[in-house]
T-cell receptor
Framework: GQQVMQIPQYQHVQEGEDFTTYCNSSTTLSNIQWYKQRPGGHPVFLIQLVKSGEVKKQKRLTFQFGEAKKNSSLHITATQTTDVGTYFCAVSWSSSNTGKLIFGQGTTLQVKP | DAGVIQSPRHEVTEMGQEVTLRCKPISGHNSLFWYRQTMMRGLELLIYFNNNVPIDDSGMPEDRFSAKMPNASFSTLKIQPSEPRDSAVYFC????????????FGNGTRLTVT
């Protein structure tokens, strides 16, 4: 079946270092969304990518969608302790109007002050 | 906007008991999703509804799990009988029903089955 792989599972960084998480699919995606879940919280929507090669930025966060629409990345520049949490990609393989999203396993980010 | 409302926040029950989790989606949203989160399996999609109709229940683990959406403002997820391996955080999420729309999650129900 269709699956999405997200790596790494965990990442520990020193405050100020950069962080990147990757999301990969074996088949072409329709769109991809990124979510952040703080410890003890619920996933919160960050951004959506739809177009091949798309790049979007939110302050220190940069999101990319691969040219083949099979992979995506989230990069955080100069991490801060407020970036702590688990980052999930959520993907759809179909452009049909049903809204079904499958989540990756998530990357848990720890930031040491 | 009250957001997605789930109840209860915490549920502790004994193996064999029936458990009912409740969800009120955001008003105007026509798609509702039930996810289960565990350390081992991450966020699993259990079932989702579109316009109150179950569209895909392939993620429901077994017949002990059932979900209903009797109207646009209410859904339930029932486990009967419950087992210790059902212990997890269960999230409800709603959206406007398009894959281009973000999911809005509730605060979740933390279920512990002893």
């Amino acid at each position: 079946g269709q699956q999405v792989m997200q790596i790494p599972q965990y990442q520990h960084v020193q405050e100020g270092e950069d962080f990147t998480t990757y999301c990969n699919s074996s088949t072409t995606l329709s769109n991809i969304q990124w979510y952040k879940q703080r410890p003890g919280g619920h996933p919160v929507f960050l951004i959506q990518l739809v177009k091949s090669g798309e790049v979007k930025k939110q302050k220190r966060l940069t999101f990319q969608f691969g040219e083949a629409k099979k992979n995506s990345s989230l990069h955080i520049t100069a991490t801060q302790t407020t970036d702590v949490g688990t980052y999930f990609c959520a993907v759809s393989w179909s452009s049909s109007n049903t809204g079904k999203l499958i989540f990756g396993q998530g990357t848990t980010l720890q930031v040491k002050p | 906007d009250a957001g997605v409302i789930q109840s209860p926040r915490h549920e502790v029950t004994e193996m064999g008991q029936e458990v009912t989790l409740r969800c009120k989606p955001i008003s105007g949203h026509n798609s509702l999703f039930w996810y289960r989160q565990t350390m081992m399996r991450g966020l699993e999609l259990l079932i989702y509804f579109n316009n109150n109709v179950p569209i895909d229940d392939s993620g429901m683990p077994e017949d002990r799990f059932s979900a209903k959406m009797p109207n646009a403002s209410f859904s339930t997820l029932k486990i009967q009988p419950s087992e210790p391996r059902d212990s997890a955080v269960y999230f409800c999420a709603s959206t406007s029903g398009n894959t281009l729309s973000p999911l809005h999650f509730g605060n979740g129900t933390r279920l512990t089955v002893t």
